[in-house]
């Protein structure tokens, strides 16, 4: 009976505690070691695996989860979708993180195959075995690009779960046929997603709760989620709540910029760039086809100045050196800035 195998360097490779000695020895590039490191922390014998938050709660930090709840929430998911032990999943996730993390756990737990890739743009999947892939989690960019590269091995994809981002809702309509498509949400406190909704073939606009999770809203209508052992977690995101399991998101209720699945917090972008900046600036999302949003700094001024184009040089060189990789604003340009009764200045509407 299969046991689960994970594919890297070129071969198939059991996913048991046994493999690692064999698995360390064959790597080749850090997200490969990523991947060990993660699969030799689940074999450990700690009770709790430690995974950042992507940042959209607050700023990025660890969170320890316990590894009984990680199985439950995995459970979830293989039920869901219908994933029997056999079944092929891709992983192109950084595994450093809750979304790829989790679909190492679900090939564990589910006894999946998982063919694990190099986390970019668009996956390269189909330089691995030519296999049908049953389920692949992806952020939206990365659904798209994958299917502008092959739309023919496009179609080997039975479901696409997307998340992490926003989706593009052209590129949705556009499609013919394909995976089914289906959009999750959650955070890293929930252990990956808690609710589902359909994109394709034919969209859904609610998002339904997984077992064991309800929704409620707050006074100023953040979503709030109930967990399957009493948590409780108050979020940033608006949201009509329709029941207590189903509800439709209407956006953030703060500036946290989703650029591909990374969140940006323009406040730590201005605290970084404005020893290179004279006037003040405010940093905002702008929504972008691709990204779904992109980053841009605005600099308080009627007209660019003469020398714009030496300010965008060093304020981008500055974030090259003091910025994590994806966090440079996109756009520079300069536009009148409003300010609050106090004197503070406005974040820009997109």
């Known amino acids: 009976m299969n046991e689960g195998r994970i594919f890297l360097q070129g071969r198939w490779w059991p996913l048991q505690p046994e493999s690692i000695p064999a698995l360390e020895s064959a790597i080749a590039a850090p997200w490969e070691q990523d991947v060990v490191d993660v699969l030799r922390s689940w074999w450990d014998d700690s009770e709790y695996l430690t995974v950042m938050t992507s940042g959209s709660t607050g700023d990025p930090r660890p969170i320890d989860h316990a590894k009984s709840s990680m199985v439950e929430s995995a459970r979830r998911t293989l039920h869901h979708f219908g994933l029997h032990p056999g079944a092929t999943a891709g992983l192109a996730m ?53 299917h502008a590269t092959d739309p023919d091995r496009w179609r080997r994809i039975h479901c696409l779960l997307v998340g992490g981002g926003t989706v593009n809702r052209t590129w949705l309509k556009s499609l013919k046929d394909g995976p089914r498509i289906v959009e999750s949400f959650g955070m890293t406190e929930t252990i990956s997603h808690f609710a589902l909704r359909t994109l394709h073939p034919k969209a859904e606009k609610d998002f339904h709760c997984l077992p064991g ?80 949003e992109i980053l ?55």
């Open 296 to 350: 841009v700094l605005r600099i308080h001024a009627e007209t660019a100045p003469p020398d714009a184009e030496a300010i965008r040089s060093r304020i981008w060189a500055r974030a090259g050196n003091d910025l994590s990789k994806h966090h440079s604003p996109k756009i520079i340009e300069w536009a009148p800035l409003q300010q609050t009764k106090t004197g503070k200045w406005k974040m820009p509407l997109p």
């Open 94 to 146: 950084p595994v450093k993180f809750i979304g790829g993390m989790m679909m190492l756990v679900r090939a564990i737990v589910g006894k999946l195959d998982v063919v694990a890739v190099q986390p970019q743009a668009c996956p390269k999947f189909f330089d691995s075995p030519d296999c049908l892939l049953d389920f692949v989690p992806l952020t939206p960019a990365q659904a798209q690009a994958l």
């Open 213 to 292: 999770f309800q929704v409620s809203s707050a006074e100023n209508d953040a979503l709030v989620i109930q967990g399957p052992h009493g948590q409780r977690w108050e979020t940033r995101d608006a949201a009509h709540v329709s029941s207590p399991h189903a509800f439709t998101w209407l956006g953030r209720l703060d500036g946290v910029v989703n650029s591909g699945g990374i969140k940006i917090h323009p406040e730590h972008v201005e605290s970084i760039l404005s020893s290179v900046i004279d006037q003040p600036f405010k940093c905002f999302g702008k929504f972008d086809e691709h990204w779904g």
